[in-house]
């Protein structure tokens, strides 16, 4: 469908001339074989929400689009006819230290974000992938965590209210600035991994945490990944206040400096405590025969392990790549690594880590053609259904996208969801076809 | 009142239904027994009977129930042990009650992950009776844990003094079965986290009932700390330990609860249960630290050092566990207590940002004087959750108006000040009208949207949190159908 030249012409005198991209700009903004046919970057609410008036008035597909860093996660739009760049809604809006509460605009950088959160010494607990690209949005939209979440939880625990646009241009607002609340329905929750297909989320108040005093990380290095395994259960199942317990296997591991397989961990809070616990950690970690050694570049391990799988640094190198997440049950992590492994081995070259306490498992599989790597893929996602999980294919490259569902079977509930679906965006005008059963 | 008058027909045929899925054991139609069931925590403000009451004992059965009742076009709810603060399982006029108390059983202990499937009837407290001696805990704890179930804990996203470092119910819960109301039972989330799809269970929490019934729930639980530290700080003014309050938190101190009793409150608790608050203190904090000992002992320091620096007149550990026990029953008993300073109470609940608590206290007093009704203080002050207990002497004429007038009041002063009217009691029969206050007809609309996804015959827990469509703004529509006031 080709946008009607009123259309652009109204898009235009909306957010003004030189915020309505066309033309060469344009493939910037390009998911799979399309690229929209214009891209508007306003720079308010009311502009988002004429915007997206006249986008519903004239039946356009549009995506709403942040840093555009994992924009590769989901089906490729059924409808790509307008791309909405958020980015220049990009400011810290409120933050009350004394509160632990804060809400900034959806276009901010998480690393911005974080900066400005920073300057009182607080943070918000999300280590997502890329969060020098990444945008608040976006990382709500697509509920990214890290490896913090182990301690911290995830955007469904740190994020209090939402206002978000609707499809038809309203803008409503969800939640309170309050760190408790159970007035009306949460409707914030829908909002947040619905990949804007419910709603494009303007801003978001959250909880803050303060900045530890110090952040102390070791490498446990384990025989296998069924002794590492064991040895996270006994830490998960402890008293101590891990802030990461990754497991991560020998490919993975390389990443953050270290020879795998075995366990990431990192404690954080005064020096003195931080002692505390990795006395009581070593003497964990010794029952088992391991031996803990502190990480030298903890930072380093940290950017790394919360990038992980995707290409930040570049080291991704030749041939085809699939980035995947995928859940299982805690316990069953190294059961799922170690058979995916067993599995495409031979076919596909593989690394995996794993955040224990939420059995979430993330990886990348590589081959030089697209079939091995079809098969790969297919094997990778039976293990984890086999343990009663699943897996979803983030990123695909060219070639490898044919008959592959990325959402993998359809979830339970899906009814419902599609219902959901029609009653907020009956036009399916928003993200169309991206998300789970062709929302 | 009786229930809204089924066709006599209709309650026949239903009642043999329910028999032949249940048993005649589990249906209750005698109207004595049903008048049981006419209220739920909050007696004093609207009750009615439900026409028929029937207690399944399995899943297949609610969705049975459930069906029937779809069919039919007869309204239904869900009701657990009926502790709820806001009239969540009050029926609003008559329909078939579906009350879980019959599936109360533990399904799943999974402990090597650390997870818990029960039955929605399945006792808050049971649950953590039951993994303790494997050292872990279920986190939320409201103060009815010894009666409510899990499954109205999700229902009305339940919270309790220790939510300020672990959460509230919708933190803890992984997984619930759903008698969606056309009898359709559907699995939300599970026990493997994030699968992919919208989160169904997210707004589920705390829906009070209103989007389907919750048969069986999966919950996190958590490895027992390895210590507990209580201390009581004893403050000369309520200003001074709201200080102390924000002071500990700035510090990056989380304790595992942080509640405040102001002087009317330890007068009544003192009166009472002797837990040992000084009787000349403005208010006190019961501070609790949990975590690897060390790590406590430091915090400990901190938390002392604060209160210091607000100038507090004395701080005490607890040096035994029967010394917390009876700090905490002071707490605990706190609600108990008030008849022994007013014949009957209003209790409100309401949040502010946690830095505005001193001022909303302060305005509390202030409204109390304006409409000559005595307010006593408890806060969970850590999260700035307020529970104003409005004292009513009903031999007075005149003071049960101003004591819902001062309550309509202290919930506007709450939402201006950047809060919410309820942060774990719910919305339910009793402050439908003051969600327009906090929300526009938009926000509202998008939550009628939901509701009708999930219950488009509006068959289910019908009347509940939405205000009546017809009624003014504001709380005076609520006020007038509080008849009278909660017995203290």
């Known amino acids: 469908m080709t946008v009607a030249a009123s259309v652009i012409q109204d898009l235009r005198a909306v957010v003004g001339a030189e915020s309505l991209l066309m033309g060469e700009g344009l493939e910037a903004y390009r998911l799979g074989d399309r690229i929209p046919q214009a891209v508007v970057m306003p720079t308010d609410d009311a502009e988002v929400s004429k915007s997206l008036a006249l986008a519903w008035e004239g039946a356009l597909g549009v995506v ?14 059924s409808r790509y006819d307008l791309a909405l760049d958020l980015t220049r809604l990009n400011r810290l809006l409120v933050h009350e230290p004394a509160d632990m509460t804060a809400t900034a605009q959806a276009g901010i950088r998480m690393a911005e974000l974080q900066r400005q959160l920073g300057k009182h010494g607080q943070f918000l607990p999300l280590d997502v992938s890329m969060p020098g690209l990444a945008t608040l949005g976006g990382v709500l939209a697509t509920r990214l965590s890290g490896p913090l979440r182990c301690r911290y939880g995830t955007a469904r625990d740190l994020i209090l209210g939402v206002r978000v646009a609707h499809a038809d241009g309203t803008i409503t607002k969800a939640g309170a600035r309050v760190v408790k609340n159970a007035t009306g329905y949460d409707v914030t929750k829908l909002y ?6 419910l709603g494009i989320i303007l801003e978001a108040t959250f909880r803050v945490y303060p900045r530890p005093d110090v952040e102390r990380g070791w490498w446990l290095p384990a025989h296998d990944l069924g002794a590492a395994q064991v040895l996270a259960n006994r830490i998960l199942g402890s008293h101590l206040v891990p802030n990461r317990v990754e497991l991560v296997d020998e490919v993975a591991g390389r990443v953050c400096g270290v020879s795998g397989p075995g366990l990431v961990v990192s404690i954080s809070g005064l020096p003195e405590t931080v002692q505390g616990q990795f006395v009581d950690l070593e003497r964990m970690a010794g029952e088992f025969g391991v031996t803990p050694s502190e990480l030298r570049n903890a930072e380093g391990a940290w950017t790394a392990l919360s990038d992980f799988p995707w290409p930040n640094a570049g ?64 094997a990778a996602r039976e293990t984890l259904v086999g343990l009663g999980g699943y897996l979803v294919a983030l990123r695909l490259p060219e070639g490898v996208r044919d008959g592959i569902d990325v959402w993998g079977r359809p979830p339970d509930g899906l009814g419902v969801m599609q219902r959901l679906k029609a009653a907020f965006d009956a036009k399916g005008i928003l993200n169309p076809g991206r998300f789970v059963g062709g929302i | 009142m009786n229930g809204n008058g089924l066709a006599p027909d209709t309650r026949t045929h239903l009642i043999r239904a329910f028999e032949r899925i249940v048993g005649p054991e589990g249906v209750i139609s005698s109207p004595d027994e049903l008048r049981v069931y006419d209220c739920d925590a909050l007696t004093f403000f609207h009750r009615c009977p439900p026409d028929v009451v029937v207690l399944p004992t399995s899943t297949s059965q609610v969705a049975e129930i459930v069906r029937r009742c779809y069919e039919f076009g007869v309204p239904f709810l869900p009701r657990g042990a009926g502790t709820g603060l806001s009239g969540g399982a009050t029926p609003r006029a008559g329909g078939v009650m579906i009350v879980l108390t019959r599936m109360t059983r533990i399904l799943d202990l999974d402990l090597a992950n650390r997870m818990a499937t029960v039955e929605a009837g399945c006792v808050n407290l049971w649950l953590t009776k039951a993994v303790e001696c494997h050292g872990l ?21 339940a919270g309790g003094p220790h939510c300020l470092k672990y959460g509230v119910t919708t933190n803890h819960v992984l997984g619930a079965t759903v008698v969606l109301p056309d009898g359709e039972v559907v699995r939300l989330g599970g026990k493997v986290s994030d699968s992919p799809g919208c989160d169904l269970l997210g707004v589920f929490t705390g829906a009070e009932g209103t989007l389907g019934i919750c048969t069986e729930v999966t919950v996190r639980l958590l490895p027992q700390p390895e210590a507990v530290k209580t201390i009581l700080a004893i403050f000369r003014t309520i200003e001074d330990a709201c200080s102390a309050v924000s002071g500990v938190i700035a510090r990056g101190i989380i304790p595992v609860a942080m509640e405040m009793l102001d002087r009317e409150t330890i007068t009544a608790v003192e009166a009472n249960v002797k837990a040992g608050y000084p009787l000349d203190a403005g208010a006190v904090l019961l501070i609790e630290l949990d975590g690897p000992r060390g790590e406590i002992e430091a915090e400990a320091v901190g938390v002392e050092a604060v209160c210091r620096e607000q100038g507090c007149l004395d701080v005490r550990v607890a040096q035994t566990e029967e010394e917390r026990a009876l700090l905490w029953k002071g707490r605990k008993e706190a609600a108990g207590s008030f008849g022994r300073i007013a014949h009957h109470y209003y209790l409100q609940d309401a949040v502010v940002p946690r830095t505005k608590l001193a001022q909303v206290l302060r305005e509390i007093e202030e409204i109390g004087a304006r409409y000559r009704v005595k307010i006593a203080n408890v806060a969970h002050a850590g999260d700035g959750n307020v529970h104003p207990m409005i004292c009513v002497d009903r ?32 919305i339910g029969l009793e402050k439908r009208e003051y969600l327009r206050l906090m929300y526009s007809p938009a926000d509202l609309a998008v939550m009628h949207r939901v509701r009708g996804v999930f219950d488009p015959a509006g068959l289910c827990n019908p009347g509940k949190i939405f205000p009546d469509e017809d009624g003014p703004a504001g709380a005076e529509h609520s006020a007038r159908h509080a008849s009278a006031v909660s017995a203290g």
């Open chain 1, 64 to 77: 709403p689009w942040g840093g555009g860093s994992h924009q590769s996660i989901g089906s490729p739009p």
């Open chain 1, 192 to 197: 947040l991994g619905s990949h804007g297909t």
């Open chain 1, 315 to 378: 080291w991704i190198g030749q041939g085809l790549w699939v980035l995947w997440r995928g859940g299982v049950l805690p316990a069953d992590c190294a059961r799922a690594i170690r058979a995916i492994r067993e599995r495409v081995s031979g076919s596909a070259e593989v690394a995996m880590a794993a955040t224990v306490s939420h059995g979430a498992i993330r990886g990348r599989l590589g081959a030089e053609a697209p079939e091995p790597l079809v098969r790969a893929l297919a």
């Open chain 2, 137 to 157: 805990f279920y986190a939320p704890d409201p103060a009815s844990q010894a009666a409510c179930t899990i499954g109205g804990n999700v229902a009305e996203n």
């Open chain 2, 395 to 426: 031999d007075v004429p005149g003071c049960e108006e101003r004591a819902i007038q001062a309550g309509s009041e202290i919930m506007r002063r709450c939402i201006e000040l950047g809060g919410t009217v309820t942060g774990e009691h719910g």
